[in-house]
């Protein structure tokens, strides 16, 4: 745990449990979201041939839902600043750190 904290940067085995409870929840919420979005647009499995074409839509917005939630999930439970640095680190990662001003 003592290693988590460091690299992390945080001091309590409480903050531990919130990061890795915001984790948790975000890891399926942006699945169940896709579901009512592809709804939505009139894309369901039963009707969209071929049925690759779904999974890959259901895939590609949960990729965003996920990175949009995953601060707001954290701010809910009070861990918005880690997770907003995570995600910014993420992002640069990922390619898109010109989205934010980034230290090296």
Not at 33 to 51: H, I, Q, R, W
Not at 55 to 78: D, E, K, S
């Amino acid at each position: 745990m003592e290693k988590l904290k460091q690299r992390w940067g945080i001091e309590s085995n409480f903050q531990i449990s919130m990061i890795l409870l915001v984790f948790a929840i975000n890891g399926s919420f942006p699945a169940w979201v896709s579901k009512p979005v592809t709804d939505f647009f009139g894309l369901n499995a039963e009707t969209t041939n071929p049925y690759i074409l779904y999974l890959v839509l259901r895939i590609l917005l949960v990729f965003p839902i996920y990175q949009i939630t995953l601060p707001l999930v954290g701010w809910l439970f009070g861990e918005f600043k880690f997770f907003w640095e995570f995600e910014k680190k993420m992002l640069k990662r990922l390619g898109l750190g010109k989205l934010f001003k980034l230290k090296d």
